[in-house]
């Protein structure tokens, strides 16, 4: 068996290469053992920051909910009370409302009770009047008679 010179290149490239690599193997390990660790702490770390902002994600969903319930309720007690405020307006505004009903109806009554009392009035001097000049017409009137009616006149309260 003979070994041409190609045969002896390669096979000292061969062995350059073994022995290279025994000698290197251990920093290149290291190395590659150094970068495993730095990337499984990162990958640690980016799982924890994964965890955390979960977390908060949780606790802000919770505090939304909580901000949504608390609206609700505000809004509902809002509603309640714009209701009574309503109601107690419409109530406020019926009661004056009938108030100054009743104050002009006592106004009208008094206005035509003294319309009444006016025509009343009126009637009675118009109709005594008419009485009076039938009766001088008629010269069955004397001086004493008109005296009378006179006083009965002043006595009812007709001018």
Known sequence: ?????????????????????????????????SKSATIKGRIHEAELLKQEAEHTLEEVNRLSKL???????????TEKEVEFLKQS??????????????VFENKIKVAESLALEKLR???????????????KENNEFDKVNLKLIDNSIKHLGIN
Do not use: G
């Open 89 to 102: 307006a419409m109530k406020n505004l019926q009661e004056k409302i009938e108030s100054k009903r009743k």
């Open 67 to 77: 901000a949504i319930d608390e609206t609700k309720k505000m809004l509902a007690d």
């Open 121 to 135: 009035k009126e009637a009675v001097n118009i109709a005594v009047t008419s009485a009076i000049k039938l009766l």
């Open 1 to 33: 068996m003979s070994f041409d010179e190609s045969f002896w290149v390669a096979f000292s490239i061969v062995a350059f290469a073994i022995l290279v690599f025994k000698h290197i193997k251990n920093p290149i390990f290291m190395m590659l053992d």
